[in-house]
């Protein structure tokens, strides 16, 4: 007869949770505060991160970066989040594994029904708490953008919105560039 294995000494839960979340086939999940969830965004969803998506490549490619949506870990806590769109070094993203969120240049949220309230409050407390530079939310349900930057452990000390969809927000140093936000509506 075998015995049960002894796990008195304790499991470091934090690791066997990103280890199993990096190893499910099929959908990409993420972690959010100790829960896996999907990432299986629907097309409206991908339609407005294509949007800001577009409007920053060009800066993107000239600022020797990368934009995309790789893994970005949280050291220390229960989370391993799949971002829409993050902006980071060329040199970075050669690694292969996951980033930290001040590795960064830019973090970028679009809310759906089901994940809005985790964006609004959940990511945007990690993220500055994690010390990303820039988070943009693109807030869907309630048709706004809003930039928080300049991160602290209390959270974004600079909010600029909500804006509402068809305003032009302007993205700092480094984009230093206009986000219009006017084809973010749906109709």
Not at 11 to 40: C, H, M, N, W, Y
Not at 57 to 83: A, K
Request: charged fraction near 25%; proline fraction near 7%.
């Amino acid at each position: 007869m075998t015995s049960a294995p002894d796990y008195s000494q304790g499991i470091d839960s934090e690791r066997a949770l990103k280890f199993a979340v990096q190893r499910i086939r099929g959908d990409r999940a993420q972690i959010i505060e100790g829960i896996i969830e999907p990432v299986t965004p629907a097309w409206d969803h991908e339609r407005a991160a294509r949007v800001v998506r577009r409007q920053i490549e060009d800066r993107v490619d000239e600022l020797g970066c990368v934009e995309g949506s790789g893994n970005l870990d949280l050291p220390g806590s229960s989370n391993w989040y799949v971002p829409d769109i993050a902006v980071v070094p060329e040199a970075l993203a050669k690694g292969g594994g996951a980033l930290l969120p001040d590795q960064t240049l830019l973090v970028v949220e679009v809310t759906s029904e089901s994940n809005a309230e985790t964006d609004r409050v959940v990511k945007r407390r990690r993220y500055a708490e994690y010390r990303a530079p820039l988070y943009l939310l693109v807030d869907r349900i309630e048709g706004s953008v809003t930039l928080f930057s300049e991160p602290g452990h209390l959270g974004y000390t600079h909010v600029d919105g909500p804006h509402p969809f068809g305003a032009v927000l302007r993205l700092p140093h480094p984009f230093d560039l206009d986000l219009d936000t006017g084809a973010l509506s749906p109709a």
